[in-house]
């Protein structure tokens, strides 16, 4: 554990053969959508949609969405999901569409597989409308720091610590691209979350001895 590194790719599940065990939580769906102001005839992008669990949920909910993701398997499972939504195969900073196309943007805890965030925030301020709004929804280093899970695995937090880009960074590289930050808000995790990402066992710990989690 002290040599622990973990890949920041785009195409990282390309590469480690599993497919992340991911499912749309309604809460988070609707804070996204109400963070967009999301209009019923207005065109929106989800920036890293996996395997599009989020996008469509989106969806159901009556938006028009496209689905951006650079890892092709990922892609061909969200594929499968629904033929209403448009799916693209691209990355935060080369996205497959005309300037000043969609009305807004959504990133759901990926922008730490951004590769290049100045060229990345460049290319979303390219393809978003003007006066739109781009929601990221990460986790930061300096609040990674009072995650309980320290406590048990420290090496491996200290380890995806140094994959978030830090909260002044991701400011000032959207500022540079055009962007004005409009709002922050944090969120707490509950204990009846149905995305069960990396920080969901905060309530349920014993989740963590499901192998498919883990994977």
Known sequence: MDNLEISTSEIFYDKIGVLPNRRADPFISGRLLDLLCAQEDETYLDVGCRTGDYTVMFDEEGYKFYALEPSVRLLEQAKTKSRRIKWLNGSSSMIPAANEFFGGAVATLNVHHWQDLDKSFRELFRVLKPDSRLIIFTAVPEQMKTYWLNKYFPKMLEAF??????????????????FQLVKKEKYFIPGNIQDQLFYSGKHDPEIYFNQSLRE
């Open 161 to 178: 610590s140094r994959l978030m880009p830090c909260l002044n960074v991701l400011e000032t590289k959207a500022r540079k691209a055009g």
